[in-house]
C-alpha cells in the first residue's frame, strides 16, 4: 500500500502563485508515474500534469506555461508549482500515483482545497 498526504491548498488571488506537495510513504517502487488532478465545483476531475520516474512530464493545456510538476525522489515528495493563477483554476486538487507493471497500482490523496479568488 501508498499513502499521498497532499497539502499547500489555500486561497490566493488572481495571478498570484501556490506550491502543491504531495508526500508518498509506504511501499515505494521506484518506476511510477506521478499525476496532479482537479475538480473544479460541480465538473468532473480532470488531469492537470503528470511526471514519471524518468522525468518525462506532461500539462494539460489549460495549464501549459504556468503550473510546473516536479518531484523530490529522496524524499518522495512531488510538487506543483502553481503561478499566474486564475479563477477558473479553482478546485479540489489530488495527486496520484502509479506504479508496478504497466502502472496497474493506482493511489490517490485525499485531495486539497485550492481557491482563487479576489
Known amino acids: 500500500q501508498v499513502q499521498l498526504v497532499e497539502s499547500g491548498g489555500g486561497l490566493v488571488q488572481p495571478g498570484g502563485s501556490l506550491r502543491l506537495s504531495c508526500a508518498a510513504s509506504?511501499?515505494?517502487?521506484?518506476?511510477?508515474?506521478m499525476g496532479w488532478y482537479r475538480q473544479p465545483p460541480g465538473k468532473q476531475r480532470e488531469l492537470v500534469a503528470t511526471?514519471?520516474?524518468?522525468?518525462?512530464?506532461n500539462y494539460a493545456d489549460s495549464v501549459k506555461g504556468r503550473f510546473t510538476i516536479s518531484g523530490d525522489n529522496a524524499k518522495n515528495t512531488f510538487y506543483l508549482q502553481m503561478n499566474s493563477l486564475k479563477p477558473e483554476d479553482t478546485a479540489i486538487y489530488y495527486c496520484?500515483?502509479?506504479?508496478?507493471?504497466?502502472?496497474?497500482?493506482?493511489?490517490w490523496g485525499q485531495g486539497t482545497q485550492v481557491t482563487i479568488s479576489s
Open positions: 511526471i514519471t520516474n524518468a522525468g518525462s512530464t
Open positions: 496520484k500515483r502509479n506504479q508496478g507493471v504497466a502502472f496497474r497500482y493506482e493511489y
Open positions: 509506504g511501499n515505494i517502487f521506484s518506476i511510477y508515474r
